[in-house]
């Protein structure tokens, strides 16, 4: 983001644009950041984590800048950010595009605290009640300007949601700009009426207006419309009016367009590259600091400091001066982890950016190496098994129960995996210590391989499922013989179904856990085949099309937990443009996801969650099978401004616009 020196900006952060990014778990967190960007994982940090990396260097950015390489092993698929939040939400479009739009708030790196972008009040204006709507203005700063100078203002941030409304885009753009809804008439099984966005209006240029159906809360306002993604109109409007229908839209190229972030997109050869370079930064020298309370101090290049997120205690885990130092960023897709190891290795790129995290064995190959440095964080995202809630036998909760039970989580973490991976029970995990729900427990957890196959046997009885050969455990070869054959729910057999899941080259670790996931599923009777899938192939065929019966992603995702609601609510079903790829429906879940948007309370927001969480817990959408530490590797004449922190520093796609090198 800029500013122009005589009107800095208040803050110039690092997007976690976003959502999800909430990625749609790709070899993510998503493997969301933002956006769904797949897998990553969580844990506590361990003890071989270095100290934060800090500078109190505040000399600009030198004109002699360097190239940023990096290496990713996950193509990307489109150049285009609004298809990226909407249908290729890929972490890996994230870490090419996530840092081009503008925003009106942030979330600043490390500690997620929201601040500032383009508002002038430190934290979101609460609104007041219009007749039946609720109304909340908010007043922007003067001077930020997109890269090719125009002016980013109120018109920017309507035409932006007036198109996602108009185009009827999703993805992660339905999670930043919740549209209100209305109860369908025709329908009698539910109430599809919903706290949302009516309008967003720029009343003057520095203006804008906000107009909810009722009063917002916290996801639906601080957390939500009030960080949505802010694009160019002057650039993207002549481009929505001349298209037909979204997807003409989105099957336009973004090449040329301007950015508020440190780098614009150059170019792409698929299979092969991309880049990026450097944007001018009108704010350059602006100095951020992040403390140990999680407030943020932000000094603009002409001295004026000010404070967000409460008074700055404590040490200083984050210290940054406004770039970009790098000329360029140049993204190498190496097609597979070997590559990116040889890549890090041979000296042909400085960081692999991956959601996954370096693999436990690679660090022999890379700790081997003088020139580079490994980290380890805690990760924010999980990876899991999804059931088609749509389709039968996946519909049946107890046929879900069952294949959960059999599903030895603690046996695959420490036994299988040898201790890479930390069994998950929950999709918030313990390191979001305040949003998650210690007190779930995974069906069947403690249980012996045997006891674990008697209960599911149970599960399936007392649901009215039969077999012609009943299996049964055998304790003198320890196994599941016979294995069971022919089974049916109210006569209805199950056809041969597939658990989609990335390759041993992509990640081992989900590789592996599909395998046994489909030996228990066939020891209990169910034909399930693992198909090793490439993880581009998964994320486009969960996304929309409806024909899949079981897959294995990740979810890489923010602190604040609305991501609970995106993934279940039933109006948020995948079909349909949303994030709730299982199709599950479920109304007490709706009901509890309804009262969350409108919390407008911490404390109440996080009992909401942690019914919504039990609740997922017991009807098993979702089976959330592990998490890991984050470990990264890069060369160590990179400097960041942190390496310590939720997520590490692809969380923020590798900080780009605040990497320096010593070269």
């Known amino acids: 983001m800029r500013a122009s020196s005589k009107f800095p900006w208040r803050f110039v952060a690092l997007l976690a644009v976003l959502a999800m990014i909430a990625a749609a778990c ?17 844990t506590t940090t361990g003890t071989d984590t270095p100290d934060t990396t800090m500078t109190d260097d505040t000399t600009p950015p030198s004109a002699d800048a360097f190239e940023y390489k990096i290496a990713v092993i996950e193509d990307f698929t489109t150049d285009n950010y609004w298809t990226y939040l909407d249908t290729d939400n890929s972490v890996y479009n994230g870490y090419l595009l996530g840092g081009q739009a503008a925003a009106v708030y942030t979330q600043v790196a490390p500690s997620f605290t929201l601040a500032p972008s383009l508002a002038v009040d430190a934290v979101p204006p609460i609104g007041a009640a219009d007749g039946d709507n609720w109304v909340i203005s908010v007043a922007l700063r003067e001077g930020p300007t ?30 930043s700009i919740p ?17 949302g966005l009516l309008s967003v209006e720029a ?52 090449a040329g367009a301007p950015s508020a972030g440190g780098f614009t997109f150059t170019s792409r050869e698929e299979g092969a590259f991309a880049r990026l370079s450097a944007a001018p ?64 290795t041979e000296g042909e790129v400085d960081f692999w950016l991956t959601p996954l995290g370096v693999q436990r064995g690679f660090l022999d190959r890379i700790l081997a190496e003088p020139d580079l440095e490994v980290i380890t964080n805690p990760n924010s995202g999980f990876r899991y098994l999804s059931f088609n809630t749509r389709k039968f036998p996946m519909s049946d909760t107890a046929f879900r129960q069952a294949m959960a039970c059999m599903i030895d989580k603690e046996f695959m973490a420490n036994n299988v995996l040898q201790g890479v991976a ?18 779930i427990e995974a069906i069947c957890a403690g249980l012996s391989q045997e006891e674990r196959v008697a209960q599911a046997i149970t599960i399936l009885k007392d649901a009215g499922w039969t077999w012609d050969v009943e299996p049964a455990w055998d304790p003198d070869n320890l196994d599941v013989i016979p294995k069971g054959e022919g089974l049916k729910l109210n006569g209805e057999a199950i056809g041969d179904l597939t658990v989609l899941a990335p390759g041993p080259g992509y990640d081992p670790l989900r590789a592996t856990y599909s395998l046994f996931i489909e030996d228990w599923a066939q020891d209990l009777g ?17 996304f929309g099309p409806t024909d899949w019966d079981m897959y294995i992603l990740g979810w890489g995702t923010g602190v604040f937990p609305d991501y609970v609601v995106d993934f279940f609510e039933s109006s948020q079903d995948s079909a349909e443009g949303g994030f709730n790829t299982p199709g599950f429906k479920n109304a007490e879940f709706d009901a509890l996801a309804a009262e969350f948007k409108q919390a407008t309370e911490l404390a109440d927001a996080q009992q909401l969650v942690f019914q919504m969480e039990e609740i997922i817990a ?3 959408p979702y089976v959330v099978l592990f998490t890991t530490p984050v470990l990264e590797a890069y060369r160590n004449n990179l400097s960041f401004p942190f390496t310590a922190g939720l997520g590490g520093i692809q969380q923020w796609n590798g900080s780009q616009a605040s990497v320096r090198s010593s070269q």
């Open 203 to 254: 009343a003057d240029d520095y203006t804008v207006v906000y107009t909810f159906n009722g009063a917002p809360g916290l996801p639906l306002w601080q957390y939500g419309a009030a960080q949505f993604p802010v694009m160019p109109e002057h650039f993207w409007g002549p481009i929505v009016a001349s298209s037909a229908d979204a997807e003409t839209f989105e099957a336009s190229s973004g």
């Open 422 to 439: 930390i069994s998950l029970d929950t999709t918030v995990p313990p390191a979001n210590s305040y949003w998650h729900n210690a007190s």
């Open 179 to 195: 549209l209100a809804s209305e109860d369908d008439p025709t329908t009698t099984d539910a109430d599809e009426s919903a706290v």
């Open 526 to 542: 169910i034909p399930l085949s693992a198909e090793p899938t490439g993880f581009n192939v998964i994320v486009e065929k969960v």
């Open 618 to 620: 017991t009807e098993v």
């Open 26 to 42: 790709g070899g993510s967190t998503s493997d969301t950041t933002a956006a769904p960007g797949d897998d990553v994982t969580e």
């Open 281 to 344: 930064y009108y704010d350059t020298g602006a100095k951020t600091v992040v403390y140990e309370n999680g407030a943020v101090e932000y000094t603009s290049p002409d001295g004026v400091t000010e404070s967000y997120g409460g008074t700055p205690e404590g040490d200083v885990v984050s210290e940054d001066v406004v770039g970009p130092y790098a000329s360029e960023v140049v993204f190498t897709v190496t097609g597979g982890q070997d590559q990116a190891v040889l890549a890090l």
């Open 146 to 175: 997109w890269s090719d100078g125009e002016a980013i203002d109120a018109n920017d941030v309507a035409f932006t949601f007036n198109t996602v409304k108009d185009l009827g885009l999703g993805g992660n753009w339905l999670s």
